[in-house]
């Protein structure tokens, strides 16, 4: 049982060395029967001209101007997205950053990342160099954050089909390399934009993984459809958020596999056949020894976002 056990959390283990998107951090301000509210900021990065004001625009106001005016700075632009999932009705507050894609600019730059939980990268499927730079220079930007976030990768201009200079390989790589869901989109015709930033919200709200798959209707509110699999998916998720904290340099990776794999075996779990009340465990195990190497905020944090996730299949 117990070499089963350890067999199993390793190849669990092999799938999260790549950067993973943020763990959402639950906090509903509402009684259960009203919509769950919250609200996070987010942020659009990429070179200077690849669309990130427009995919905004397009996003927000559905319109789409040719014309090109550098973002000076930075805004904010606040959209209320609404989900309708199996446990009831999520509103979702979204502060969208959209800031000058000139590079450099790293004070203004930085004021955006300050506490951002999502972000859009975006390319231009016209100038290969625009994706080169996301790897170079955007995502970098964020990976340096005590906390992953939640990451959505964007090609942009796709109606230019007879311009287009990047081939889809390209694009899937390099979205695999950071584990992000990846979106050919057009501002200008509308093309996946929505389905971008409703998936992001989903992540914020569910963490990533297959769960929260999403039909966004004309109404503008997206359907969300939990899988059956649910429980392995919020697994996977503790899994990877647990691996994803930043222990100071204290706990190599060594110890916090050797952690996890004792978080796992007292709970005495079945990683076929998850069960709610022993991952419930898990995740009280699992504060119980990240309070050894992280501060004590960080810990509550953690349990109350994991909590979140249980929550939804509890
Ligand atoms: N054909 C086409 N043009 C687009 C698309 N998205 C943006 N553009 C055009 O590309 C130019 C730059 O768009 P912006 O949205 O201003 O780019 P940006 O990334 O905000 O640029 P900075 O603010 O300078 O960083 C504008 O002329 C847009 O009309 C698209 O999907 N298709
Ligand atoms: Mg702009």
Known sequence: MYHILMVDIDEYLSKFEHFRADPPSPKPTQPANKPKKYKKKVVLLGDGAVGKTSLIRKFVHDSFDDKYITTIGSKVVKKELRFETPKGAYLLDLMVWDIIGQHGYRTVQNMALADVEGALIVCDLTRPETLENLEKYW????????????????????????????????????????????????????????????????????????????????????????????????????????????????????????????????????????????????????????????????????????????????
């Open 139 to 314: 995502i970098p930007k964020l990976s340096g954050k005590r906390r992953p976030v939640a990451l959505i990768m964007l090609a942009n201009k796709a109606d230019l089909v007879e311009q287009r200079a990047i081939d889809d390989q390209a694009l899937i790589s390099m979205a695999a390399r950071y584990n992000a869901v990846q979106y050919t989109t057009s501002a200008k015709t509308g093309d996946n934009v929505d389905t971008a930033f409703f998936k992001l919200g989903i992540q914020l709200l569910f963490g990533p993984g297959k769960m929260g798959r999403a039909r966004v209707g004309k109404d503008g509110v997206a359907t969300v459809e939990m899988e059956p699999s649910g429980a392995i998916n919020v697994t996977d998720r503790i899994i990877s958020d647990f691996l994803a904290q930043d222990a100071g340099g204290q706990a190599i990776s060594e110890d916090k596999m050797s952690i996890l794999r004792e978080a796992f075996v007292m709970a005495g779990i079945d990683l076929n056949d998850p069960k709610p009340s022993t991952l419930k465990e898990v995740v009280s195990n699992l504060a119980q020894m990240e309070a050894y190497f992280l501060p004590k905020e960080i810990v509550q944090e953690n349990l109350r976002r994991r909590k979140g996730w249980l929550d939804i299949i509890l």
